[in-house]
């Protein structure tokens, strides 16, 4: 006879789960990009630097070998520099000793931009299957973006790295008969592999029709939600859509201060999408394309980060390329808390 203390007893994975449900799980992940890495940091600690034998490594020639150094003491996740060349930022602020990175604070190292997370150890777990299926929505996006256009006389090139929590953010572009270039962007509501599906599905509809074409020395353009269109030209920046959005009808109405509307609670209200209702009403504006012109299309992840005054500078460069980078840079810097979508055109 087995004493009972001493029987096997089998375990399963909701059981295993429950006795760690106390426990704290603090980690690192990636402000951007859809790769899946997370890294946990403990009491022993971690070296975060370029190359092994650092326990954290990122890529990147302005992080050191030995960069920084992180730690769990009394619950807090402590980060020092470790004589770093560049040296290491908390929200911005360059590390003078060791500092507690809280909970949802950025830490930069070089240009990468990693979070703080503090989690539960069943949440930990449970994540893994969510970060499964975000890496499967995010292969079947990128599958429909369109092919880069590296000659001939309107030329595309582009850069998508979904953030790392998948988004509904998209785009796409084609030559039409007659002449015609056609480019649409889209903001879908929400993150997640559900965000993603409906924007392979809008896509699916969108590949050949789109929201702004040039035709004939002219533009047109048409928009629901409060993804947006500028035009730099003269060095001046003028927004040529209006947005669908709760702050904006309130704005009209003469309810809010214009100067107020970018930090209203519901500034993340909008009036009309795509699929929202049965029918769809959009809105749309003409007008002359003149060399030199630039064409910006954005969602609100770069119009909320972005002021009028810094998007024209951004726009100022010779090189689109140089232009999107500035851009592209500024919103990351401020930690880049929703998707990051944009399309730069220039008229030659």
């Not at 040296?87 to 000793?97: D, S």
Request: aromatic letters at 6%; one cysteine or more.
């Amino acid at each position: 006879m087995v004493d009972s203390d001493e029987q096997t007893r089998i375990m399963t994975v909701a059981g295993r789960l429950s006795l760690m449900s106390d426990e704290r799980v603090h980690f690192l992940e990636l402000v951007h990009g859809l790769d899946g890495r997370r890294y946990v940091v403990d009491a022993v600690g971690s070296t975060l630097g370029r190359r092994a034998p650092a326990d954290i490594v990122l890529a990147g020639s302005e992080i050191s070998r030995a960069h920084c150094r992180l730690a769990v003491r009394d619950g807090e996740l402590w980060v020092r520099d470790l004589g770093s060349t560049n040296g290491t930022f908390v929200n911005g602020e360059r590390l003078g000793g060791a500092v507690v990175l809280p909970v949802g604070g950025i830490l930069q190292v070089g240009a990468q931009l990693v979070k703080h997370e503090c989690r539960s150890r069943r949440e930990y777990v449970e994540s893994d299957e969510l970060n499964r299926d975000l890496s499967t929505a995010s292969a079947y996006v990128d599958a429909l973006l369109p092919p880069k256009i590296l000659e001939g006389p309107i030329r595309a090139d582009w850069w998508f790295k979904p953030s790392a929590k998948l988004g509904g953010d998209a785009f796409g572009y084609a030559p039409l008969p007659d002449g015609r270039f056609a480019a649409y962007l889209m903001d879908v509501s929400g993150h997640g592999a559900a965000a993603a599906m409906h924007t392979v599905a809008v896509m699916n509809v969108l590949r050949q029709r789109a929201l702004l074409m040039v035709e004939d020395g002219e533009f047109a353009c048409l928009w629901a939600g409060d993804s947006r269109v500028y035009l730099a030209r003269g060095g001046a920046l003028t927004q040529l859509t209006r947005d669908h959005s709760l702050v904006q009808d309130l704005v009209d109405m003469g309810e809010l201060d214009p100067a107020d509307s970018a930090s209203h609670p519901n500034g993340n209200i909008i009036m009309r999408a795509v699929g929202a209702d049965p029918t769809l009403k959009l809105d749309g504006v003409r007008g002359q394309v003149l060399a030199g012109d630039a064409f910006l299309l954005a969602t609100d992840g770069l119009t909320r980060l972005a002021g009028d005054a810094e998007m024209q500078q951004g726009l100022a460069a010779e090189r689109l390329e140089a232009s999107a980078d500035r851009l592209l840079d500024a919103c990351l810097e401020r930690g880049a808390p929703d998707n990051v979508s944009f399309i730069l055109l220039r008229a030659r």
